[in-house]
């Protein structure tokens, strides 16, 4: 079973930028599909991004455009690049694969 720690979350004026990363053990990471998904206060989880074990990736529209993910297979690790950040994105932000997740790493945005 795969487990997954995010880290790389904080503080950030709007128009920022921060690298989130979600380190992944227990499992053959290389095969894994992942994804990113957020979580704002009194909001439902929603997806955020995946990148596929051959790399294909694809975006939520409210972050196409500013947010890039991305995996090392060598490093067992996945990152979202988020640039052009704005109050709207703050939330938790978990990495989740099939039925595992992450416990998550909050990004404040302020304005």
């Known amino acids: 079973q795969a487990h997954f720690v995010e880290s790389g979350g904080g503080l950030v004026h709007a128009g920022g930028s921060l690298r989130l990363s979600c380190a992944a053990t227990?499992?053959?990471?290389?095969?894994?599909?992942m994804r990113w998904y957020r979580q704002a206060p009194g909001k439902l989880r929603e997806f955020v991004a995946r990148?596929?074990?051959?790399?294909?990736?694809d975006y939520a529209d409210s972050v196409k455009g500013r947010f890039t993910i991305s995996r090392d297979n060598a490093k067992n690790t996945m990152y979202l690049q988020m640039n052009s950040l704005k109050p709207e994105d703050t939330a938790v932000y978990y990495c989740?694969?099939?039925?595992?997740w992450g416990k998550g790493t909050l990004v404040t945005v302020s304005s």
């Open positions: 227990g499992s053959d990471f290389s095969i894994l599909n």
């Open positions: 989740n694969s099939g039925l595992n």
């Open positions: 990148i596929t074990s051959s790399d294909s990736t």
